[in-house]
C-alpha cells in the first residue's frame, strides 16, 4: 500500500472527497490521552476553542446558534435571511456575542456603515466567489470600512492571490458538495472536497499569501473534521451536522411518533421563494437535542484523532503527511455492521 503525502493527493489522477481518504498515524504517539491535546487557535483575530464555523443557511445559524456557538468557543455567521439582522446590525450591545453576519452583493452602504460602527466581520454570500462582483464587493468594503471579510465559495485556487488582492480575509472552499445542495447536478460544476481543499492550500503557499481556508461542504462527521483539519483547512465550516439541533431556527414537529426540524440549502426554493433557477434541496432531520452535545462530540473525535497522530496541537496536526487512498470496498470495511 502506498501512503500519500498532501503533493501525490493533489497530484492524483481522480477527485478526491473526505470518504476517499485516511490518516495513517506512522509515529508511535507519545500522547496519554486525548485530554492532552489542545483544539484551540486564533482565527481572524478571534479566539477559538475548536475551529468550527456554522453554515449561515437560514435553517441552521440564527441568533441562537450563534450565541451559543460563541460560548462554546465556536462561531456561528447569523444568516442574511434572518429577520433579526437588521436590528442586530442596529443595536449590537443586544447581542454582543454574535461576530459574523452574511450579507448579499447588493447590501446597502448604509448596513455596511453599521456593521463596520460595531465591528463586525462581514461574510460575502454568494455560491461563487469566482466572479468579478465579488471581486469588487470585497475592494468597496474593505476601502470604505475597513471591515474583515469572508467570502465564498470556490473549488480551485486559481482566483485565490485576486481574492486576497480584493481583501478577503478568509475564503470558504467547496461548490456543488453540501448536502442538499444541488450546484453540481444542475450545473456540472464542482470537485471533490479533499482536491478543493489542497488545490486552493498549495496555491495559497505557491503565491506566499495569508488568507484563510474554511473546509465548506462534505463533513458527515468528525472524522470528516479531522480530515480537513488534518489536510490543512484552517476552520471547518457545517450545515447538517449542525442541522436539527436545538439552536437552529424553526419549529419541533412531530411526525409518525418522532420529532424533526426542517433542513434547506440556501438556493431552495423555500428560502427565495420564486420562480428562478434552484439549486437546493429542503428534507427534514431528525432533532437532536442541544448542539452542545453535537459540538462535543466532534471535539472528542477530533482530539483523538490529534492523539493517534501523535500531535498536541492543531499547528502540528495541520502538517500531517501520511494518507491513505481507499478502495471503495476499504471505505464500506470501516462503516459499523449492525
Not at 431556527?249 to 431552495?268: D, F, N, T
Amino acid at each position: 500500500m502506498k501512503v500519500y503525502t498532501k503533493k501525490e493527493l493533489n497530484d492524483y489522477f481522480l477527485s478526491l472527497t473526505y470518504d476517499d481518504i485516511s490518516l495513517i498515524p506512522t509515529e508511535v504517539s507519545q500522547i496519554k490521552s486525548r485530554t492532552d491535546t489542545s483544539t484551540t487557535c486564533s482565527f481572524l483575530g478571534l479566539n477559538l476553542s475548536l475551529p468550527i464555523i456554522s453554515s449561515p443557511m437560514d435553517s441552521v445559524t440564527g441568533i441562537e446558534m450563534a450565541k451559543t456557538l460563541s460560548s462554546l468557543g465556536c462561531l456561528g455567521i447569523l444568516n442574511r435571511f434572518d429577520s433579526s439582522l437588521d436590528e442586530v446590525v442596529s443595536n449590537p450591545e443586544n447581542e454582543n456575542s454574535i461576530k459574523i453576519v452574511s450579507l448579499a452583493l447588493n447590501s446597502s452602504n448604509e448596513v455596511l456603515k453599521k456593521i463596520a460602527e460595531h465591528g463586525f466581520i462581514v461574510c460575502i454570500d454568494t455560491a461563487n466567489a469566482n466572479n468579478q462582483e465579488v471581486l469588487n464587493k470585497t475592494k468597496e468594503i474593505k476601502k470604505n470600512f475597513g471591515l474583515k471579510v469572508v467570502v465564498g465559495n470556490i473549488a480551485h485556487g486559481a482566483s485565490l492571490q485576486k481574492l486576497e488582492e480584493a481583501g478577503a480575509d478568509a475564503v470558504r472552499v467547496g461548490i456543488g458538495s453540501g448536502s442538499v445542495c444541488t450546484t453540481s447536478i444542475q450545473t456540472g460544476i464542482g470537485i471533490g472536497q479533499v482536491s478543493s481543499l489542497l488545490n486552493v492550500l498549495f496555491a495559497r503557499d505557491k503565491h506566499n499569501l495569508k488568507i484563510r481556508i474554511i473546509a465548506d461542504g462534505g463533513i458527515k462527521s468528525s472524522g470528516d473534521v479531522s480530515k480537513a483539519l488534518a489536510l490543512g483547512a484552517d476552520a471547518v465550516m457545517l450545515g447538517r451536522m449542525l442541522a436539527g439541533t436545538r439552536e437552529t431556527p424553526g419549529e419541533v414537529i412531530k411526525y409518525s411518533g418522532q420529532l424533526w426540524k426542517k433542513y434547506r440549502g440556501s438556493a431552495s426554493f423555500g428560502v427565495k421563494m420564486r420562480n428562478e433557477f434552484i439549486e437546493g434541496e429542503e428534507t427534514m432531520i431528525g432533532y437532536k437535542g442541544t448542539v452542545k452535545n453535537v459540538i462535543d462530540s466532534i471535539s472528542d473525535g477530533l482530539r483523538s484523532s490529534m492523539s493517534y497522530m501523535n500531535c498536541k496541537s492543531l499547528t502540528e496536526f495541520q502538517k500531517t503527511e501520511t494518507f491513505a487512498v481507499l478502495s471503495n470496498s476499504s471505505y464500506l470495511e470501516r462503516l459499523p455492521k449492525i
